[in-house]
């Protein structure tokens, strides 16, 4: 049912805990495999990608170990293999684009804690992911 889950992360306390709870469901699912995704809401700035040899694509990955470290290291530590993914742009849509490309069966996103007016207005990331995603959402606070 859940053969292909993806897990979002973006470095808060609450993606932690996500991957958490996809390790556990990883580990109890029988042929399960974890698709970590990071998005960058900037892309790099124009001296690292000439650095790069316009590579952006390694440099969004770098930007992932380095904002979203502390949780692809709990991961290995759970001894859950996982591929990595990165994308840029607005979160919401970046998640949902990879998930249907990996023909995700559950996306796994932690909630944030955005403030009432701006959550009122513009809507979580978790929110629009859970609208709008053609499959399950579990969303971990």
């Known amino acids: 049912m859940f053969q292909t889950i993806l897990l979002a992360i973006d470095g808060s306390e609450n993606a932690r805990r996500a991957a958490e709870a996809a390790c556990g469901l990883v580990r109890v699912i029988n042929g399960a495999s974890l698709v970590v995704v990071y998005v960058a809401p900037n892309p790099p700035s124009q001296s690292r990608i000439m650095k790069a040899d ?31 993914e990165a994308g840029m742009g607005d979160p919401a849509t970046e998640i949902l684009k990879i998930g249907e490309k990996i023909k995700a069966g559950l996306i796994v996103i932690g909630s944030r804690g955005l403030g009432s007016l701006k959550g009122v207005v513009q809507g979580s990331v978790s929110q629009k992911v859970a609208q709008l995603a053609a499959c399950p959402v579990m969303i971990v606070k």
């Open 54 to 84: 316009f590579d952006v694509h390694t440099l969004l990955l770098e930007d992932a170990q380095t904002v979203a470290g502390q949780t692809l290291e709990y991961i290995r530590n759970a001894s859950v293999p996982y591929t990595l």
